[in-house]
Each structure stands twice: as structure tokens, then as C-alpha cells.
């Protein structure tokens, strides 16, 4: 292999200190044992312990994991219809504009996206609680999933679906039990992306949120702003964890799998 | 069986099918032939249900079937694709149609192992297709068209992708599966010798358009036209005007100062008209003296000869610049070969050895 350069090697040191130190800091201090953020007085793990103990903060988790259960799930089935006709529907007047629609939400600043859902909400009178914040997650979690499911359905080999039609399927049939199987670990991975995703979103939370419905990362900044204590940092470790294995294993699900299934779809189809 | 009405098939200001009227037979084995785009595979395709045509009517067993979709046709069609499942095994892939029409368990069992036998796949059963090789995914795709009985199956270009050898012990397969079924099949191809071998009736296309439908036979020795006798195997041709010489034969000249070729032919020809003679390389003799009783003799000097194991073509040109192709079979070793390069040399045929063509 090549040798880096000292310039490689420096670069390299200091663009991932710059992305990584912060975090390894918080880390580190969730050890700590002092209550002091900012000194290091020895090794312990008590700060978790008094955080299984804080009800309000675990009232919180489970609030942000039922938000990115359902969120996730009802994106991920409408970003796969969504990805569905855009890939399938060949050209229809509009579908430019359509599938444009689709990904605009993917570069729309969090706090527009937030703020209108908010007017949306207040406008039709619904109650700002979880639901509203299901919703307004599901909005922009869909995009990522639509994105993720019809790039492996562009290349999906079509005539699959016609010799499900062929042999007697409706096209409902063929999808479910022909395309669905097939194109599966793309959209488990989209559901993955889109847990992630709602699971550390505080700016859209923030504005849909209401009273009764507070999620970790609302939780958390709103803790800071009274002091830093250990016990934020231990939690924060958790979702660093939590968010880390999330999104290496969509990546891992996504790649093995896709790999896998273009390879023997690839045989099948283009027979040797 | 199949009958199309003047089908014409457009896809935005292309016309891939055109104003097309055929009929295709109980058990029979039916070639569509032709080179790519010129509509094969869009027939196929309108019978299965997946395009339907822009005007005209098919009918199938006396049937309109422009209402009815694929699903529900009594038509199964192999792709070229193979288009197997990849996520299920070979059995599987071949119960999927009869799991489809509710066919009770014992049923579908007892049939899928049957179409495993026919297509001597027991062995391979419980594989996914990508562990299986290039010709039994091939034998799977058939079977698993062939496993719901329909009446007509379509094969679209289905030995495409097989080596030769496995092509050819595979065409033979076909034919011995459509006469043990008794199913109607349409086949696709853009290979002539398949389409000869495997087909009962060859109908050549052209641009949309049918050019000829016959049995091989016809095909290759009474084409119809000069697309026909030059699509299908090799042809020299020559043009010239026609004059009368008797009842059903004519004299064809086709070059200023050269003797008249003589033919026979059943079909007419006006004074003067302009037409092609279309001649098949192995029915021109070549010899190193005019034969004395040949009908037609020109002489000429071998310009190139290809030779191909079991038969050679010589490439003969003539005084006037043409250039005719006569083969023969390699019966002696190529040392002791009678003619080589440059040699000059007689081609003679027959008066019935050619065809004339008006068009």
C-alpha cells in the first residue's frame, strides 16, 4: 500500500480530531465520578445508574422510541409506493416535477420544514403531541427511504414482475411476492435510516411538539441549558451508541444484502 | 388457433407492427423470424398480454383477447431473461404459477415433480437459480412456462444465451417437449438455423411486416421475395429483364453480350420485366470444363474460397466483375483439392436450380 505523506498524515489527524474529539470528551466525562463536568476525579459508572433512576428522562426515551417506531414504519411504506411509481410509472405529464417534490424536502432547511408543519398543525386544530410529531417526522423521513428503495429499483430487472403477471399474479400479487422479497434489505434499510434519523431530530420535535410529549433530545437541551451534568453525558452516550449501531448496520444490512441479491439476480437473469 | 387482424401496434410515431394479419395452428411449433426491431418480439409480447394493439383484433381460440390481462390468459411465455425468482428455489419457481391458480398441495406437488422429470431437473430441485448453470436455468424457465398446461406458450428468444452446442441438444429438447405436450409454441428468434430446425412454420419479418410464412422447406428453396431469399441462408442474386422462351420458361438477361440465363418457373413473367434469379451456392457446380449439358455455364476465376471444415464456397468473378458464390461438400482431404486461387473455372446449374424473383 502507499505511504501517506506528512501532509496526509496531518490532515487526516486533524479533519477526524475535529469530528471525533468532542464526542470522545462526552464520552469520557459520562465516567466520570466527580460531578463536576470539567474535572476528572476517577472512573465510575453511578451516572447511569442515577439515570435508569430519573423517571422524567426515561419517560422521555420512551416517548422518542415510540415517535421513531411509528414514524419510521409509515414512512418507510410510503416511501417505498412513492419510490415505486416514480421508478415504474415511466413518463407521466409532471414527473419531473413529481419526483423533484420527492427529494425537495432533503435540502429544506429543518426549521422551515418545522415551522410550516407547525402552522399546518395549528391551522387544522390538531393537538400538538406525539402524533403530531409522527407526522412530522414521517414527512421527512420518507424522502430518505423513497431515495434509498428507488435507486435498487432502478435496477431491478422488470421482466421479474412481468413472469409474476405471466404466471397468473395480479400486480398487487407480483409486488408482494415477487418485487417486496427482492428489493426487502433496501427497505429495511430506509426503515433504519428513517429510526435514526427521527430518533436525534430536536429542530422539527421542537416545533411540533406540545406539553405532554417530550422527546430525549428536547429533553436534553433543554437539561443543558441548566448545566451540563454527568448524567446528559451518559445519556448522550447511550444515543451515540444507540444511532451508531443504528447506522452502521443500515449501511451493513443495505450493502451485504444488495450485494448479495444483484449478484444472484444478475445470474438468474443474465444467465451464463 | 391464434389469429391476428390486421394488427397494427405504434409506439409514439413508431409503427413496430404493421397492419398484420396472421394465423397460427393448433400444435404447432410457430418461428417469428427476423432481424432485431422488427417487431418479433412486440407480437410476443402483445399474445402475453403485457402491450396491446393500437388497431386490429387477436384472437385467441376464437376469443378476443385485447380485454383480457396477462394473468388471466391461458398463456405462459419463457423470457429471454429466463426471469427466475432468485429468491426462490427451482421447485418453487415452478410452483408459482399452479400456487397462484389454488391448485390443492398434492396437485401441485405431483405436477411440479413431473415437470422436473421432463426437464431432468429432479436433481436440482431445492437450488436457487444462481447456483444452477446457464442451460438449466434455461431448462427451469420451460418448465416453470409449461408447468400451468397453457395452450399456447411463448419463447422469446429462448436459447439466446446458450453456447452452440448446448443450443443445438437444446432445440431438439424443445421439439421432443412440444410434441410430448401437444402445446402450442410461438417462437422468437433472430437465428435462422434455429427457427429452421425447431419451427413447423416460419413466418420471416421485416420492418412490421410478414414477409413470408411457410414450412423451412419453402422458406429456404421458394422465397418469395428477395429480402426472403437473401435473410435466410446464403443467395447469389442476379438481376436482369426477362423474355418468354416456352410454356414456363424464360431467359433472363443480365448482361450485355452474356449468354441468357435459362430458367424455369412456375409463376409468370411480363415481356421485359426486370427480376432477380436467386441461386443457393450449393446448387451451382463448379467444375474445371464446361459441362456439356448444363443449362447455365459462365466462366470465371476464383476469387477467394472460405472454407469451412465440411463444405468450401468459392467465390468466383466473372469477366463482367460479378461475383458468384458455389459451395461444395468437402469429400476429399483439402490437399488434394481440385481448384485454388486464381484458377479459372466453369460454374454450371440447372434451369430449376434457381428461382426467379419479381421482387
Not at chain 2, 85 to 102: C, D, M
Not at chain 2, 103 to 115: G, L, S, T
Request: proline residues 4%; aromatic residues 8%; neutral net charge.
Amino acid at each position: 500500500m502507499k505511504r501517506l505523506s506528512a501532509f496526509n498524515v496531518v490532515s487526516l489527524t486533524f479533519g477526524f480530531a475535529f469530528l471525533y474529539v468532542p464526542m470522545l470528551i462526552l464520552i469520557l466525562f459520562s465516567f466520570n465520578e466527580s460531578k463536576l463536568v470539567t474535572v476528572w476525579a476517577g472512573f465510575s459508572t453511578k451516572w447511569y445508574g442515577e439515570l435508569m433512576q430519573n423517571d422524567a428522562m426515561l419517560q422521555a426515551a420512551w416517548v422518542t422510541i415510540k415517535v421513531a417506531v411509528f414514524s419510521s414504519t409509515i414512512a418507510t411504506v410510503l416511501g417505498t409506493m412513492a419510490a415505486y411509481v416514480l421508478v415504474r410509472s415511466g413518463r407521466f405529464l409532471g414527473r419531473t416535477l413529481f419526483s423533484g417534490m420527492i427529494y425537495a424536502p432533503l435540502v429544506m432547511p429543518e426549521v422551515i420544514t418545522g415551522l410550516s408543519l407547525l402552522l399546518l398543525f395549528i391551522g387544522i386544530g390538531l393537538d400538538r403531541g406525539v402524533l403530531t410529531i409522527v407526522l412530522a417526522h414521517t414527512t421527512f423521513s420518507m424522502c430518505y427511504v423513497s431515495v434509498v428503495v428507488s435507486s435498487r429499483l432502478a435496477t431491478f430487472d422488470r421482466s421479474l414482475e412481468e413472469a409474476a403477471l405471466d404466471l397468473g399474479c395480479s400486480a398487487a400479487e407480483a409486488f408482494r411476492l415477487v418485487t417486496l422479497p427482492i428489493i426487502a434489505p433496501a427497505v429495511v434499510s430506509g426503515w433504519l435510516l428513517a429510526f435514526t434519523l427521527s430518533l436525534d431530530d430536536l429542530v422539527i420535535a421542537s416545533f411540533t411538539t406540545g406539553p405532554a410529549a417530550t422527546t430525549l433530545p428536547i429533553k436534553i437541551f433543554s437539561a443543558v441549558r441548566l448545566g451540563v451534568s454527568p448524567e446528559i453525558n451518559a445519556l448522550s452516550t447511550i444515543m451515540i451508541t444507540v444511532v451508531t449501531v443504528g447506522v452502521i448496520g443500515a449501511s451493513l444490512v443495505s450493502k451485504r444484502a444488495l450485494v448479495k441479491q444483484r449478484q444472484e439476480e444478475q445470474d438468474a437473469v443474465r444467465a451464463s | 388457433m391464434i389469429q391476428f387482424q390486421n394488427v397494427t401496434k405504434r409506439f409514439g410515431d413508431f409503427t413496430a407492427i404493421d397492419n398484420l394479419t396472421i394465423d397460427i395452428f393448433e400444435r404447432e411449433f410457430f418461428a417469428l423470424l427476423g432481424p432485431s426491431g422488427c417487431g418479433k418480439t412486440t407480437m410476443m409480447r402483445m399474445l402475453a398480454g403485457f402491450e396491446s394493439p393500437t388497431e386490429g383484433k387477436i384472437f385467441l381460440a376464437g376469443q378476443d383477447i385485447a380485454p383480457v390481462p396477462p394473468n388471466q390468459r391461458a398463456v405462459n411465455m419463457m423470457f429471454q431473461s429466463y426471469a427466475l425468482f432468485p429468491h426462490l428455489s427451482v421447485w418453487e419457481n415452478i410452483a408459482f404459477g399452479l400456487k397462484r391458480e389454488g391448485m390443492p398441495k398434492p396437485e401441485i406437488n405431483a405436477r411440479v415433480d413431473e415437470m422436473l422429470r421432463l426437464t431432468r431437473l429432479e436433481k436440482f430441485a431445492r437450488r436457487r437459480p444462481h447456483q444452477i448453470s446457464g442451460g438449466q436455468r434455461q431448462r427451469v424457465a420451460l418448465a416453470r412456462s409449461l408447468a400451468k398446461a397453457p395452450k399456447l406458450l411463448l419463447l422469446d428468444e429462448p436459447l439466446g444465451a446458450l453456447d452452440r452446442k448446448l443450443r443445438e441438444e437444446t432445440q431438439f429438447e424443445l421439439m421432443d417437449i412440444q410434441e410430448k405436450t401437444g402445446t402450442t409454441f410461438v417462437i422468437v428468434t433472430h437465428d435462422q438455423e434455429e427457427a429452421m430446425t425447431v419451427a413447423s412454420r416460419v413466418a420471416v419479418m421485416d420492418n412490421g411486416q410478414v414477409m413470408q410464412v411457410a414450412t423451412p422447406a419453402d422458406i429456404y428453396e421458394a422465397p418469395n421475395s428477395v429480402y426472403v431469399a437473401d435473410f435466410i441462408g446464403d443467395v447469389n442474386l442476379i438481376e436482369g429483364k426477362v423474355t418468354a422462351t416456352g410454356e414456363g420458361t424464360f431467359a433472363l438477361h443480365w448482361r450485355d453480350g452474356a449468354e441468357p440465363l435459362r430458367v424455369k418457373s412456375p409463376t409468370g413473367f411480363s415481356e421485359g420485366q426486370t427480376a432477380h434469379l436467386a441461386i443457393r451456392p450449393e446448387k451451382v457446380t463448379i467444375s474445371a470444363e464446361r459441362p456439356a449439358d448444363a443449362a447455365n455455364a459462365v466462366q470465371g476465376k476464383v476469387l477467394d474460397i472460405a472454407y469451412l471444415g465440411n463444405l468450401s464456397t468459392y467465390h468466383v468473378e466473372l469477366p463482367t466483375g460479378d461475383i458468384i458464390k458455389a459451395q461444395t461438400a468437402n469429400t476429399r482431404r483439402i490437399s488434394r483439392r481440385d481448384y485454388t486461387w486464381e484458377d479459372t473455372v466453369w460454374l454450371s446449374w440447372t434451369a430449376t436450380g434457381g428461382i426467379l424473383l419479381a421482387n
